[in-house]
């Protein structure tokens, strides 16, 4: 079975630049996640959807973050212009749908570094 | 508010038993992950409990007390490739969501 896909693996930008990061969920996983990763700290959840609907966003720096899953699959984070504060590792994660005890597949992240 | 704790870091010797601790207070429990995180590396999937009492799969054990908010996991017979950050994750309520929170991860250095 597939894992969870990303790409890039790596990226550097400058300051105010925009970047987007795509995920490919695992087939058939109907619920999909973006975190952010600092080093040295746990995951934080930026937004889930389900399907191709946002069920949580609340952590999502909406005037510089957005994210889309048009078709309910594949999925993309965009940051709209990038700050120094955004260096961190982007994982995307999957899992069969929203209940208790569905676990989270990872994907290997992207490492962003903003200069 | 949601918070979880974790001891920052760990030392333990080849061969030894180590425990991680993992205390919470949420609002609601639904569940609480463990998962473990290679340097560089993206988490991966532990154990889960939902239910007080322990679960073994194997090397790692994990224990829930609802009650007391608490959890740890218990690792034995340790190997160097078991060096690593192990986070802890409660799935609690927020408004009608289950969001799953996360805490800041123990790392862990066995040493030969």
């Known amino acids: 079975e597939a894992g969870v896909a990303q790409s890039p693996r790596y990226k550097i930008i400058e300051k105010r630049q925009s970047v987007a990061f795509w995920c490919n969920p695992i087939s058939g996983h109907a619920t999909l996640y973006w975190y952010q990763q600092i080093l040295g700290q746990g995951p934080k959840l930026l937004i889930q959807f389900q399907n191709n609907g946002v069920v949580d966003d609340s952590q999502l720096p909406k005037d510089r973050f957005s994210a889309e899953r048009l078709k309910g699959v594949d999925s993309t984070l965009k940051i709209q212009p990038a700050k120094l504060e955004d260096s961190a590792v982007y994982l995307c994660a999957s899992s069969l749908g929203p209940l208790s005890s569905y676990e989270q597949y990872f994907g290997p992240g992207t490492r962003l570094t903003v200069t | 508010g949601q918070n979880i704790d974790q001891p920052t870091e760990m030392t333990a010797t080849e061969g030894a038993i180590v425990q991680i601790n993992c205390t919470y207070q949420?609002?609601?429990?639904?569940?609480l992950f463990w998962y473990q995180q290679h340097a560089g590396e993206a988490p991966t999937f532990l154990s889960y409990n939902v239910l007080d009492g322990l679960e073994e799969k194997g090397r790692f054990s994990s224990f829930l007390s609802r009650s007391k908010g608490y959890s740890y996991l218990l690792l034995k017979e340790l190997q160097m490739k078991d060096s690593a950050s192990y986070l802890c994750a409660v799935r609690a309520t927020a408004g009608n969501n289950r969001k799953l929170i996360w805490g800041l991860g123990t790392s862990l250095a066995v040493n030969p």
């Open positions: 949420t609002s609601g429990f639904n569940g």
